[in-house]
């Protein structure tokens, strides 16, 4: 790739410090260098160079979610017959599990590039999906990461959901879809000598359900079957039946269950985790786990409040996914802050380095473990992942309210995303995407949709 100097930007390194009027080089899939508006007034920028005007925009590191669903990017506006759910469990029967058996391998594709596109407009350049498609297991995983880092070029974290809730032969196929995947992904990397590591697009994760749906017996192949190093990717606690079907059934509460297996590592995504009790928060400090907090999601099916602080104060590595809820992480990270506000009522609840550290330092540190890369920065030496926001702000912009622009102008108002990188390659320019066209995906969509609604009456 090209040399290209993104100039007259305003620039969020991601840390304390902005660049006003500032540049980024950059050289391939890496950031050679930020660069002050003096600095770059006396620096010879060769021809060669691909020169972009940001038009005084604002340039952050690119967003990360740490927990999503693409499979559910055809369920808006979806009305199924006898929804009247009265717990979490029906939530699933009635709607997430009426799709997940609807889905094949186009939509399954359908799906992922669609939630992949919108991703990139909220400035998203990782993602970390956790999948489900019973009746269309094979090749799922393969289908989902050519969509979403082939054909929209983003970062991606993939998975299947292991679940017995569909019979003993669908848990297998999706044990083995896994281990296929994982497979396939640990011979990509070893054989990838030609290209940086930091250009590394994907790489997975071993899914399960949730304790609730998994026997005994699965945890048992799933434990023999995860490779070294590689942790898993459940729904933990979402809700409170979650947990006291554990007890009942096994006598043990769902951290205690899932580290009997060996599967709570450094490696591992525990999303939600509401109704955990102390001794299980402390187990997974102990074992330096991930957890993804998911608020909007968790405001929607009215299952609990994550305990932010209790976390945070356990040096747990807590990160911030949608849930498949949208793709606005700004938006999300506003959200968690109300939700903690509201639910504790204290309006000091969620402060700014709280906030902070979910999204810009957790989510970066949560791809660092997962696929390897170190994201999160404009910074030299850092791979050129990066959204520019058209954000013009009308109050001053420095490292110290930087946040404030975040949440109360951007989260609050509007999102654009003019322009996309990740790793170097231009996903978006100038608000269009570079490689394909969009109309005719969205019109391609909406007829699957309309298929895969029909299916799942």
């Given amino acids: 790739m090209m040399k290209r100097l993104v100039e007259r930007v305003n620039i969020w390194a991601g840390g304390d410090a902005v660049v006003n009027n500032g540049a980024i080089l950059l050289d391939g899939g890496t950031i050679e260098a930020v660069l002050t508006h003096e600095e770059l007034a006396e620096c010879e920028i060769p021809a060669a160079v691909e020169r972009i005007d ?57 799906s992922a590039v669609v939630g992949a596109m919108e991703a990139a407009r909220c400035g998203v350049t990782s993602l970390i999906d956790h999948h489900a498609s019973p009746y269309a297991v094979p090749g799922s995983l393969e289908g989902l990461r050519k969509a979403v880092c082939d054909d929209v070029g983003l970062r991606g974290v993939f998975c299947y959901e292991v679940s017995d809730r569909d019979g003993e032969e669908i848990a297998l196929a999706g044990i083995e879809e896994n281990r296929s995947f994982l497979s396939d992904q640990s011979l990509t990397a070893r054989s990838s000598t030609d290209h940086p590591a930091d250009d590394r ?53 769902i951290v205690e269950r899932l580290d009997r297996f060996g599967m709570l590592r450094p490696t591992s995504i525990l999303a939600h985790c509401l109704h955990l009790d102390e001794a299980e928060k402390d187990l997974l400090s102990a074992r330096n786990v991930i957890v993804a907090h998911n608020p909007r999601s968790n405001m929607n099916n009215a299952v609990g409040a994550f305990d932010l602080d209790g976390s945070l104060g356990r040096n747990l590595l807590v990160g911030l996914g949608t849930d498949g809820l949208g793709a606005n992480m700004l938006a999300e990270l506003f959200t968690a802050a109300l939700f903690q506000k509201a639910s504790r009522n204290d309006p000091l609840a969620a402060p700014f380095p709280s906030l902070h550290r979910l999204l810009f330092e957790n989510n970066p540190r949560i791809v660092e473990r997962t696929l390897g890369v170190k994201v999160g920065r404009i910074s030299p030496g850092y791979p050129a992942d990066i959204a520019i926001l058209d954000y013009i702000p009308p109050t001053p912009l420095s490292g110290d309210t930087i946040l404030g622009h975040i949440l109360f102008g951007i989260a609050v108002h509007s999102l654009r995303v003019t322009d996309l990188f990740v790793a170097g390659r231009a996903v978006l320019r100038d608000g269009r995407f570079c490689d394909f066209d969009e109309d005719e995906v969205y019109a391609h969509a909406r007829e699957q949709a309309a298929r895969l609604w029909r299916g799942a009456v």
């Fill in 54 to 110: 940001g038009g005084g925009r604002l340039a952050i590191p690119g967003l990360v979610n740490a927990h999503t669903h693409l499979y559910s990017s055809l369920a808006r506006g979806m009305s199924l017959p006898g929804f009247a759910p009265t717990s979490f469990t029906q939530i699933l029967e009635q709607l997430w599990w009426r799709l997940d058996k609807a889905l094949d391998a186009e939509s399954v594709r359908t």
């Fill in 201 to 253: 697009l994907s790489a997975g994760l071993f899914g399960l359900h949730a304790s609730f749906t998994l026997s005994d017996a699965t945890l048992e192949r799933v434990a023999s079957s995860l490779p070294e190093g590689v942790g898993i990717h459940i729904h933990v606690a979402e809700g409170p039946e979650d947990e006291m079907q554990c007890v009942a059934e096994h006598g043990l509460r």
